[in-house]
């Protein structure tokens, strides 16, 4: 749905190949309409796939898995090709959110990831966690490929930052600055201003803190939580507690968002602004990389994976709140990188710690910072030439 990243675009060694989104079939009862896309996928991805040049390796990430694990394995058999699978998660405990885990089209699901993920000649997995499960329960020996954040998930400078916020102010409201500019040379958004005749940038007194959360908005993510911890935020301005206004920007797309948008609408703050901007893929890093606070409440649904926008707010160096789950201390170390939090009360008085004094340097929010950027993280070609490349080269 959204345009891929510059790099992406521009590079001459990536080919893109667009398959056509089966759209518009309404007829029957679910079940039908499900088996039906099944097989329309299938054909798409096998004709799709037969015409490209003889791969050496087909790299497929799971999920989504069905029914493109099986074609995968159909096509190497053909090119006479290795298959890699890189496990994100399971695509059958994502489809138990909606369906419950006794469905039988979950159960089919289970049984086909297990069958034809042993058929794969290697397997990448995202935490040691999921390598484990693999193994215990599907007989599948994987290495551990942890995310990375790619190159350009990076702290944004100034005067980035004031051209991202200008050009968000022409259509997001919280990003307009708040009062009237004293000076007629400046050029102001809510978070910084730039004098017009030297070009220099600074950030504006006052401003309002920046809290980033990007969703799927999908069911495994509840983000009444992250709303009503905000409500919990105001009250305690109400009561006098010396905290900075907030404007709270929550990125993506998907199923769920509508309804979120109307529970955001019955909302009247006078301390906090959310908007839900779509962001242009070389935007978000940059906005990621400018704000002070990231959010996240992704729980896994098997327990087993990472959230990989963490992994983008700690390559910007964003200290995180995110919420708990089984494997996630893989990630986010508390009270070292961020905070984990159990439920709204939690995240509201995490929220409350971390900006009493904002925009002071000082304090958890600054030590947290502080911790991301001495980590010196790997990137994502470092990690991939260290973890794959010595598995690929085995079989030379």
Request: with cysteine; glycine share 6%.
């Amino acid at each position: 749905e959204s345009r891929p990243h510059g790099d992406v675009l521009r590079s001459g060694r990536i080919r893109l190949v667009p398959v056509a989104e089966l759209r518009g079939l309404r007829v029957g009862p679910k079940l039908f309409q499900y088996v039906i896309k099944v097989v329309v996928q299938t054909l798409q991805l096998l004709y799709t796939m037969l015409k490209i040049d003889q791969p050496s390796y087909i790299l497929l990430q799971n999920p989504p898995g069905l029914p493109s694990i099986a074609v995968a394995w159909v096509v190497c058999l053909f090119w006479r090709s290795k298959l890699i699978i890189d496990w994100h998660n399971y695509g059958y405990t994502i489809m138990s959110l909606s369906h419950g885990r006794n469905h039988p089209l979950v159960q089919i699901a289970k049984w086909y990831e297990k069958l034809f993920g042993r058929l794969s000649d290697y397997n990448l997995c995202v935490t040691n966690a999921m390598k484990e499960d693999l193994w215990v329960n599907c007989n599948i020996k994987a290495v551990t490929l942890y995310d990375k954040p790619a190159s350009y998930f990076k702290e944004t400078p100034l005067e980035l930052q004031h051209q991202l916020y200008m050009k968000l102010a022409k259509d997001y409201e919280p990003f307009k600055p708040r009062t009237e500019s004293v000076s007629s040379n400046a050029e102001r958004s809510a978070f910084t201003e730039m004098d017009e005749k030297t070009g220099q940038v600074r950030k504006t007194r006052g401003r309002p803190a920046l809290l980033i959360s990007s969703t799927s908005w999908t069911e495994d993510e509840d983000f009444s939580v992250l709303l009503k911890a905000l409500e919990d935020y105001e009250r305690y301005i109400h009561e006098g507690v010396e905290l900075p206004p907030l404007v709270c920007v929550i990125t993506g797309k998907g199923p769920l968002k509508d309804y979120y948008n109307g529970l955001i609408n019955e909302l009247h703050f006078k301390h906090i602004q959310i908007c839900t901007p779509w962001l242009e893929a070389e935007d978000y890093p940059l906005l990621l990389g400018s704000a002070d606070l990231g959010v996240c409440l992704h729980k896994s649904s098997s327990g087993l994976d990472l959230p990989m926008k963490v992994v983008d707010m700690f390559g910007c160096c964003l200290p995180v709140c995110a919420i708990y789950f089984e494997c996630l201390h893989e990630l986010v170390k508390h009270n070292e990188n961020g905070l984990i939090f159990r439920d709204s009360n939690e995240l509201a008085e995490q929220l409350k710690m971390l900006f009493l004094g904002f925009p002071a340097l000082e304090g958890k929010l600054h030590n947290f910072r502080k911790n991301l950027r001495a980590s010196r993280q790997l990137r994502w070609d470092e990690s991939w030439d260290q973890t794959v490349l010595p598995l690929l080269g085995q079989s030379e």
